[in-house]
């Protein structure tokens, strides 16, 4: 069984572009979460996805933003990128159930120049 | 609203000693734990986790964790570090009180170095 995948592995921007990540959660998986894990900080959370809604979000600007598709992928857009959002970001799922572990993705190094 | 204090940023062992990582949690309602590691450039493993049954949990690696509500602790330990143990180790509690179902908020990690 496949598990979570993430791409790019690795993306390069400057300051004031937009990135666009991708992350394609296990199959029978409704859930898709997204974690920001900044040097030093541990993984803050950033956005929970379930049928294709927005259900929660963390402590992020509205520049912080993404969507999920029908066959439950997800992209996460970061737009005006600035430096501190260099940092690995890491995509996780699960089944909608509570009580259900998260399995992650090996993220995307973004780095932002 | 729940949090997660992983007390160390840096803990180092011998091969062959006693892990100890410590966790507590802060939480509104009756928590969830978890234990996650992260090898480098890789994504977060789930080691094991506690969900309201018995309050020593046995995981994979040979890791074992014990709740403890009065001290609102969930220390993770190890009787025999591996050299392959090194890594960086999560504690996590499921953000339940907000519905946010299997959201998890994590500590701020521990990295585990092990020398010969």
């Known amino acids: 069984e496949a598990g979570v995948t993430q791409s790019p592995t690795h993306l390069i921007k400057t300051r004031g572009q937009q990135a666009t990540l991708r992350c394609s959660p296990i199959?029978?998986?409704?859930?898709v979460y997204w974690y920001q894990q900044a040097l030093g900080l541990g993984l803050q959370f950033l956005l929970w996805?379930?049928?294709?809604?927005?259900?929660n979000r963390g402590n992020f600007p509205p520049r912080f933003s993404g969507r999920q598709f029908p066959n439950y992928s997800s992209e996460l857009n970061v737009n005006a990128l600035e430096l501190e959002d260099s940092a690995l970001y890491l995509c996780?799922?699960?089944?909608?159930?509570?009580?259900?572990?998260?399995?992650f993705g090996s993220g995307t190094q973004l780095s932002v120049l | 609203a729940q949090s997660v204090t992983q007390l160390g940023s840096h803990v180092s062992v011998s091969e062959g000693a006693l892990v100890l990582l410590r966790c507590n949690y802060s939480?509104?309602?009756?928590?969830?734990l978890f234990w996650y590691v992260q090898y480098p450039n890789q994504g977060l493993q789930l080691l094991l986790k506690?969900?309201?049954?018995?309050?020593l949990v046995k995981g994979i690696n040979g890791f074992e964790a014990e709740f403890k509500k009065s001290e609102t602790s969930f220390h993770l330990t190890k009787p025999s570090a591996h050299m392959s143990d090194a890594a960086e180790y999560f504690c996590a509690v499921s953000d339940r009180a907000s519905g946010g179902y299997n959201k998890l908020i994590f500590g701020a990690g521990t990295r585990l170095a092990v020398h010969p």
């Open positions: 199959s029978g998986h409704t859930s």
């Open positions: 939480s509104s309602v009756p928590p969830y």
């Open positions: 506690y969900t309201s049954a018995a309050t």
């Open positions: 996805y379930d049928e294709g809604e927005e259900r």
């Open positions: 996780a799922s699960s089944y909608r159930q509570p009580n259900e572990k998260l399995f």
